[in-house]
């Protein structure tokens, strides 16, 4: 197998691209040996015996595969997690989880008649203040009030 990287070199400058997208046909090789001007790379070239590859990117696939798992939410261990708790969810968003959630439960008890329209804007009024860590325990001062029968076991 004779060495070709002058004419390599040569129709990467002809062809205006890196010497690694430089085809040359396997079995033209013996010849191409002798092909030491650039007129003689010139008509390899025409001749279809040198020809530039196409351009290769970078694949996505892996990187498709990983957006799809992120999305069912995997890959998010503590090994994974780089900023505090506070950072990947901020004070803000877990306040309007939180009282989203606390207001839907009064809103929902205020319709079903189970909290009169004083004690839901009493409870409403705390809520925003807030005094409730969540909906359970919203729940656990609503029924300590006597506002709600105390929970079944």
Request: positive net charge.
């Amino acid at each position: 197998m004779p060495d070709l990287s002058n004419q390599r070199r040569l129709a990467a400058a002809l062809l205006k691209c890196g010497e690694g997208r430089v085809w040359i046909d396997p079995s033209s090789q013996e010849e191409l040996a002798d092909a030491v001007t650039r007129s003689d790379v010139r008509s390899a070239i025409k001749a279809g015996v040198i020809r530039r590859g196409r351009v290769r990117g970078t694949s996505r696939v892996r990187a498709r595969r990983r957006a799809k798992e992120l999305a069912k939410g995997r890959h998010a261990g503590p090994g994974s997690r780089r900023g505090t708790p506070r950072a990947r969810l901020p004070k803000k968003d877990r306040w309007m989880r939180r009282i989203r959630a606390q207001r839907d439960l009064l809103r929902e008890l205020r319709d079903q008649k189970k909290l009169p329209p004083g004690v839901y804007r009493e409870f409403y009024r705390r809520a925003k203040g807030g005094m409730f860590r969540s909906r359970a325990h919203l729940l656990v001062n609503l029924r300590l009030a006597g506002h709600l029968p105390p929970e079944r076991a």
